[in-house]
């Protein structure tokens, strides 16, 4: 596989702690020894390194870095893992996330977006220096669409690489996101998207109906209405609903919890997109492809 890949999305730096063994509801006031783990992070780091994973040939990252030391820090990750950044300067800080663990898989996310507010707020001016090259994929966050800004930029961003032909894709991010939009209006600001990744309770959100009324046909059905494309992330099993007008198709991808459960929808979706990019009946005739995905997953998850 030799696609491109362009993305908008968020750099941040990462904090993790483990405290499955210490439930935040059940702490008062208290100091909890556990390690703390520091990385570069965020949706467009995550699926940047899925992207190279699952063999995209050149992939470049559009997004907006403080000027500190974190900022350094991310530039030299990036060269080091070979992934091109179209940077927009900010007088925030990079972004920060603060993530805790609990039982069962949950997390607590504490974000401080920090510069990456600002990457659709620069380029109001600068709008050519976002149509670099043409890609195979652009690849969109949600988080772009937090301000009324970024919804104006961002379909503009859109029209322009469906000129070149690019397949576009958004990740519904953050999952709480119906409680903001209406699906009416949100389809409306993803205006020129091909498809959508979106978890099944975010969708239901958007619906909402009750779970127990809704079946895989019905949420594909609702979502082909105003989209091209679906993957659908259905439980915390692994199953995944993948669809287009024409096909869907629900597949188990294998991974262990609490090791790759950060990055893993995103490496799902990269091994998905590329292969529905060079031939899209190969993800609904042929089986083969998910036992690959799985052997992808499992070889890294344990690395």
């Known amino acids: 596989m030799y696609n491109s890949c362009v993305i908008f999305g968020d750099i941040n730096i990462d904090y993790v702690a483990d405290l499955a063994h210490a439930p935040l509801q059940a702490i008062d006031n208290a100091c909890i020894n556990a390690p703390i783990i520091s990385y570069v992070g965020g949706n467009a780091t995550f ?44 007088n925030n800080p990079t972004g920060k996330v603060i993530i805790l663990y609990q039982p069962n898989d949950k997390r607590v996310l504490i974000a401080d977006r920090g510069s990456n507010k600002d990457v659709l707020l620069s380029s109001r001016s600068k709008l050519s220096d976002y149509i670099l090259t043409p890609a195979d994929l652009l690849y969109i966050s949600g988080y772009a669409l937090q301000n009324e ?60 109906r009750p779970s127990s009324e809704c079946d895989n046909d019905s949420i594909a059905d609702y979502i082909l209405n105003d989209f091209d494309f679906c993957i659908v992330r259905l439980n915390a099993k692994s199953d995944f609903l993948i669809a287009d ?4 198709r629900v597949v188990t991808i294998h991974y262990q919890p609490r090791v790759a459960s950060l990055r893993f929808t995103d490496r799902v979706i990269a091994q998905v997109v590329s292969r529905y990019l060079c031939n899209p009946n190969e993800v609904f005739c042929n089986s083969e492809w998910v036992n690959c995905v799985n052997n992808v997953i499992g070889d890294v998850r344990n690395g």
């Open 47 to 90: 699926f940047a390194e899925a992207a190279k994973e699952a063999g995209f040939s050149k992939i470049t990252m559009i997004v907006s870095l403080g000027e500190d030391d974190a900022a350094n820090t991310a530039r030299q990750y990036f060269k080091s893992k070979g992934i091109d950044l179209a940077v927009f300067h900010s």
């Open 149 to 208: 800004i970024g919804e104006i930029t961002l379909s503009e961003v859109i029209n322009q690489y469906k000129k070149t032909g690019a397949f576009s894709i958004i990740d519904a991010v953050p999952h709480e996101i119906f409680q903001r939009y209406h699906w009416n209006d949100y389809v409306y600001n993803c205006r020129g998207i091909d498809g959508i990744v979106i978890e099944r309770d975010t969708i239901m959100g958007f619906m909402n």
């Open 245 to 248: 007008k024409s096909n869907r």
